[in-house]
């Protein structure tokens, strides 16, 4: 995609767009394509999602070696992040089915932990450039997930931008830096 030798549709197929995602793809192609074309390169964050899944379900302990590679360590939740987790929890009773809320929480600190390692990574790679991270809101609101892992490994001063929908009310001040 970087290097423009793949079609929309080919790109969508090599990432399975439709059976990770879950959004409409023409919300972010925009972006994809503006990258595209101003020579920005995209890069993955997340880990194979059903190794996140399988935390949500077994646990930590349940990972064979395989997949234990791509788990780094990770910060423990924020208490407030626990709570909001509840919060989607308890109002999902799908997500309780065969599923300890323990797991739910590991399986998000997998995910936020691992697009930190990541976004790391990338710095690493190429120092001095500046990085646009495109994550879920889940994963950045109140400074916590991805900020919370980024500060855990020594890293700060990112900023955090979210989209947000006039007609929800107004959000609350500490919610991210910046609102869209």
Do not use: C
């Not at 995602?21 to 059903?50: E, T």
């Not at 809101?137 to 900020?147: A, E, R, T």
């Amino acid at each position: 995609w970087n290097r423009g030798e793949l079609s929309e549709e080919a790109f969508l197929d090599a990432v399975a767009w439709y059976s990770t995602w879950g959004f409409d793809a023409g919300l972010y192609m925009p972006i994809f394509k503006g990258a595209q074309q101003r020579g920005i390169p995209l890069f993955a964050l997340n880990i194979p999602r059903k190794t996140v899944a399988k935390v949500g379900r077994a646990g930590l302990a349940g990972l064979d070696d395989e997949e234990k590679k791509w788990i780094p360590e990770l910060a423990p939740a924020h208490e407030d992040y626990l709570k909001r987790l509840q919060e989607v929890y308890s109002a999902h009773p799908e997500m309780s089915r065969g599923r300890s809320f323990d797991n739910f929480v590991d399986a998000q600190r997998v995910w936020d932990g691992s697009m930190a390692d990541a976004l790391l990574a990338w710095r690493t790679e190429h120092p001095g450039q500046t990085i646009v991270a495109l994550a879920g809101s889940g994963h950045l609101i109140y400074g916590h997930g991805i900020p919370h892992q980024l500060a855990f490994r020594g890293e700060a001063g990112g900023v955090i931008v979210l989209p947000w929908d006039v007609f929800q009310g107004y959000p609350e001040t500490n919610i991210a830096h910046w609102i869209w």
